[in-house]
């Protein structure tokens, strides 16, 4: 006699399941389209933020789980709201909010 897991029975009756790490990887994705939008590369947002480069390209990958105190920090430095960067939009638009005006100064953290 198979086991049917959770996964599995959502999927027999068409109801979606997420997983923890599906929505690390959409989360990390949003951020990835944030920074992105605001031209920035991976390097200077470690700067603005504080966080490793590599900490941030396994957050965006999906592959690192992010504290809140990380992704209040991630948010600060691309100028959205932490719920920016958690939110699914209905319109399924994978970037948060428009880019707030002004330029990043990145002269402090060289």
Do not use: F, K
């Amino acid at each position: 006699m198979a086991v049917l897991l959770p996964n599995a029975i959502n999927r027999m009756i068409g109801m979606p399941h997420d997983t923890d790490q599906d929505r690390l990887i959409r989360t990390g994705g949003r951020i990835r389209a944030a920074r992105g939008a605001r031209g920035l590369n991976l390097h200077e947002l470690a700067r603005l933020s504080g966080i490793s480069t590599s900490a941030l390209s396994l957050i965006e990958t999906g592959q690192r789980d992010l504290r809140l105190t990380t992704l209040c920090r991630i948010a600060a430095a691309l100028r959205v709201s932490a719920g920016d960067l958690l939110e699914e939009r209905e319109d399924g638009a994978s970037q948060p909010a428009a880019v707030r005006p002004g330029g990043y100064d990145l002269g402090d953290y060289t």
